[in-house]
């Protein structure tokens, strides 16, 4: 079992950056494919990006790709989201989140467990 808390989130204004993070508890981070995914309000839980329990690959949903970028210190146990050129519909709640499959996945269902998520809020 893994314990995700993520971290950094805020307030930013469009074209900024940002990056957030997720600790994982225990000692088996490397098993796990990490994923980031977002909640704005109304709106269903969305898949951001993921990354393979070695970092060495990596997926992004179109509407992040080449704003946004994935990685992982396995030896920290943490994952990093960081996040260029925000918009304001980039706005949500971001979540980390751990499978214990070793296949990337978008699909939220597909994740084991989840931290409690962090607020970014881009402004125009």
């Known amino acids: 079992q893994v314990q995700l808390v993520e971290s950094g989130g805020g307030l930013v204004q469009a074209g900024g950056s940002l990056s957030v993070s997720c600790a994982a508890s225990?000692?088996?981070?490397?098993?796990?494919?990490m994923g980031w995914f977002r909640q704005a309000p109304g709106k269903e839980r969305e898949f951001v990006t993921a990354?393979?329990?070695?970092?060495?690959?990596?997926y992004y949903a179109d509407s992040v790709k080449g704003r946004f970028t994935i990685s992982r210190d396995n030896a920290k146990n943490t994952v990093t989201l960081q996040m260029n050129s925000l918009k304001p519909e980039d706005t949500a709640v971001y979540y980390c989140?751990?499978?214990?499959?070793?296949?990337?996945?978008?699909?939220?269902?597909?994740?084991?467990?989840w931290g409690q998520g962090t607020q970014v809020t881009v402004s125009s």
């Open positions: 990354i393979t329990r070695n970092g060495g690959n990596t």
């Open positions: 989140a751990a499978r214990s499959s070793p296949v990337l996945s978008t699909r939220p269902r597909m994740y084991d467990y």
């Open positions: 225990g000692r088996t981070f490397s098993s796990y494919v």
